[in-house]
């Protein structure tokens, strides 16, 4: 399985932001890779040692547009801790005061 294709993309949320300060990442996976397949995709893209990976399956919420109802999309998500020398430059750019 290629590396690229087992990490999707970052989740950029207020709760990952808040992870960030104890080096902690969160991206959306593909649904069918493992945590050993995360860890090593994301030791090779960014070039970091991985400490620990943590899954989440994230159930879809129900979703009402009139009398049409149906569900979001089921996905998975994974909390990479990274050893504490290293750091992944997600965010270039966005600089707070």
């Known amino acids: 399985m290629n590396a690229r294709s087992v990490i999707i993309r970052p989740v950029i949320s207020e709760k990952s932001y808040a992870l960030l300060a104890a080096n902690k990442y969160t991206f959306r996976v593909l649904d069918a890779a493992n945590k050993t397949q995360v860890r090593q995709a994301v030791e090779e893209i960014f070039g970091v040692r991985v400490r620990g990976v943590r899954t989440v399956n ?16 089921q996905w998975k998500k994974a909390v990479v801790t990274l050893h504490p020398d290293d750091t992944i430059e997600l965010f270039e750019g966005q600089e707070t005061d």
Not at 62 to 70: A, L, M, Q, T
């Open 58 to 73: 994230v159930k879809p919420k129900s979703k009402r547009r009139g009398i049409h109802s149906g569900k979001r999309r």
